[in-house]
């Protein structure tokens, strides 16, 4: 037993498993919040505003940037679809130029 503690000063090694993928009721989740936080945050933002400088425009300003900026995020971090598995790589970047192939150290 005592030959499974790490010596006292040295990291514990961590088991060896996969990152676990988040199911789709997680992620539904992640975008509601990220949506309702993001009209919360501009849109408190905005109301602040409104208060200092006694006006009503900019609680509708700040709820509209912060569904723009929400959706952005999301986008951003969910909007790509993972490649379908007989897809075919024509060795061609996403811009439609070739990429430069890959050479050995010190070649040109």
Same mark, same amino acid.
């Given at each position: 037993?005592?030959?499974?503690?790490?010596?006292?000063?040295?990291?514990?090694?961590?088991?060896?498993?996969?990152?676990?993928?988040?199911?789709?009721?997680?992620?539904?989740?992640?975008?509601? !919040?990220?949506?309702? &936080?993001?009209? /919360?945050?501009?849109? =408190?933002?905005?109301?602040?505003?409104? #208060?200092?400088?006694?006006?009503?425009?900019?609680?509708?300003?700040?709820?509209?940037?912060?569904?723009?900026?929400?959706?952005?995020?999301?986008?951003?971090?969910?909007? !790509?679809?993972?490649? &379908?598995?007989? /897809?075919?790589?024509? =060795?061609?970047?996403?811009?439609?130029? #070739?990429?430069?192939?890959?050479?050995?150290?010190?070649?040109?």
């Amino acid at each position: 037993m005592t030959e499974d503690d790490p010596i006292r000063g040295e990291p514990r090694s961590r088991p060896a498993r996969a990152a676990s993928q988040g199911s789709g009721a997680e992620t539904g989740y992640a975008v509601i !919040g990220t949506m309702i &936080s993001g009209m /919360a945050v501009w849109g =408190g933002a905005g109301w602040l505003l409104d #208060r200092w400088w006694d006006t009503r425009v900019f609680v509708p300003v700040g709820i509209l940037l912060g569904i723009s900026v929400a959706i952005y995020l999301v986008v951003a971090r969910y909007g !790509g679809l993972p490649p &379908s598995p007989g /897809a075919s790589d024509n =060795g061609r970047t996403p811009g439609g130029r #070739r990429s430069r192939p890959r050479t050995q150290k010190g070649q040109r």
